[in-house]
């Protein structure tokens, strides 16, 4: 029993035009023909062709295949081997590739407009992990907020940054300090310390209101990445993103005003003013 082409084409997964193309060739000449002179294909020729269909998908060119099932004992291995240096090349190539194509993305979706030997210069331990850029974008794009902070980031030239930065290895010091001290995170260094990092995104980013900050401090306890850009991974301890966590939103319990009381000699009422941000 034979196999006619469209069938074989429809089973194999490959066009009429290629099976054509096969037979033209040399590589694949069905074994007989109808009596109609349509091509017919046996099993032995369906074997062949899931031979050529491998070595295709594995990158070979045509002749070399053909090479290979003139005489498989003496060409295969030989010619297997050198197709998986060159696919190994091939790979290590693809992957510098997307390493740069990330280091792209990263500074287009991160608002930081420096050349890598200026953010290693300035930035140190601190990276931005991609995915979490990803993620940040996806998450608060639609925040005018988040606009305004990748506007201003963008703005910044080397040496805010590095200003930035000294900002924010002096307080990340003081930080751990008060953590390793045993200070409780709803305490008044811990929370002074807390405001002073809101007011620290809202000189150089933008305006973070105390709820925003709590929201900042979730991430950093929830999410590594989140916490490893303001932390890097040899200055952290066990429990310290939730310990800022909880000393943010005290703090933000704190700049809250009271609820408003009345004076009972003039029936009036009043509040604290709010702290300024």
């Known amino acids: ?3 006619p082409v469209g069938q074989v084409s429809a089973f194999a997964g490959v066009t009429v035009r290629t099976l054509h193309h096969y037979d033209r060739t040399g590589l694949l000449r069905p074994s007989d023909r109808s009596p109609a002179g349509y091509r017919l294909y046996s099993d032995a020729d369906l074997a062949r062709l899931q031979q050529i269909l491998f070595y295709r998908e594995l990158g070979f060119p045509l002749d070399e295949i053909a090479a290979i099932l003139a005489d498989p004992q003496a060409n295969a291995l030989d010619q297997l081997r050198a197709r998986h240096r060159r696919l190994t090349e091939e790979i290590n190539r693809l992957r510098r590739l997307v390493e740069v194509a990330e280091q792209a993305m990263e500074v287009q979706q991160t608002g930081v407009r420096l050349t890598p ?18 993620h940040a974008d996806r998450k608060w794009r639609d925040s005018d907020g988040y606009r305004r902070s990748m506007a201003r980031a963008a ?4 040496d ?3 200003q930035i930065m000294a900002e924010a290895a002096d307080w990340r ?17 811990a929370m002074d310390l807390a405001e002073e990092h809101r007011r620290h995104i809202t ?5 973070c209101a105390t709820d925003m900050h709590g929201r900042i401090a979730d991430d950093f306890a929830t999410d590594p990445r989140a916490f490893a850009l303001i932390v890097p991974p040899t200055e952290q301890r066990p429990g310290l993103a939730p310990y800022l966590r909880t000393a943010i939103h005290a703090n933000a319990v704190r ?7 009345a004076d009972p000699a003039t029936g009036t009422t009043a509040t604290r003013p709010k702290a300024e941000p």
């Open 255 to 261: 700049q809250s005003p009271p609820a408003p009381t």
């Open 160 to 162: 805010d940054w590095a």
């Open 155 to 158: 703005a910044h030239s080397k």
């Open 173 to 189: 010091a003081r930080l751990t300090a008060a953590f390793d001290a045993g200070e409780p995170a709803d305490g008044e260094p």
């Open 117 to 134: 030997e200026e953010r290693f210069e300035v930035f140190g331990e601190i990276a931005f992990d991609l995915t979490y850029a990803t």
């Open 203 to 207: 000189r150089w980013f933008a305006r």
């Open 1 to 3: 029993m034979g196999y």
